[in-house]
């Protein structure tokens, strides 16, 4: 039953995965993943409507599982739940970091901009949410933490579908945050975090208009 449960978690976390990206992956059925796993098809169909019901998949019954792609109005909606959250959890940060996760957020932040100037939607989708999440563990406060991975489940489908570009570079950065998590300056934290993110809504906005 043990080896059971670790080949579904494999499912649900490759499934997960490529919620990032447009790929061969898509769409999935029963069938496939049951013969990919070699497991009946039960489990898979309990797994595939967990995940429907977290509203990371939608199940059409000829066509097979695809990703649900989260409307511009709920990714707003989404992030201004971010908005209250986040900077708490940077204040957090601040406090716990230590070396190690300083250095980590630095590696996350440089790839970030290496996504920007190579113009890779994927690397600087991936850097993005890799950056609020590590933020969100350094915070040491575990309902931070699930929470927070939960939210980046719905992003991650968002950011696969965006085609819009924008030259605009944002004043806040993540360079900024990581100086004053770095500097265990608490208040600085949360506030370039509530920036950083009220400037992704407000642009997220006038881009719907």
Partial sequence: MKKYRIVLDQIGDEIKKNLLFKSDFWPITE????????????????????????????????????????????????????????????????????????????????????????????????????????????????YIVQTMASLNLICRSFFANVDAETTEVDPYTHEMIVQAIKNGDSEAAGLVMKQHLAWVIEKMIQESV
């Fill in 31 to 142: 069938e496939k993943l049951a013969k990919r796993f070699n497991v009946s098809r039960l489990p898979i169909r309990i797994l595939l409507t967990k995940l429907e019901q977290e509203n990371l998949v939608i199940r059409k019954n000829k066509s097979g599982t695809i990703p649900k792609i989260p409307s511009h109005d709920e990714i707003v909606k989404l992030y201004n739940v971010r908005c209250v959250l986040e900077p708490y959890s940077a204040s957090l940060a601040a406090e716990n970091a230590n070396q190690e996760d300083i250095q980590c957020l630095e590696k996350i932040a440089e790839e970030f901009s290496l996504g920007l100037s190579k113009n890779d939607k994927i690397l600087q989708a991936q850097s993005d949410l890799s950056f609020h999440y590590k933020v969100a563990t350094i915070s040491d406060n575990l």
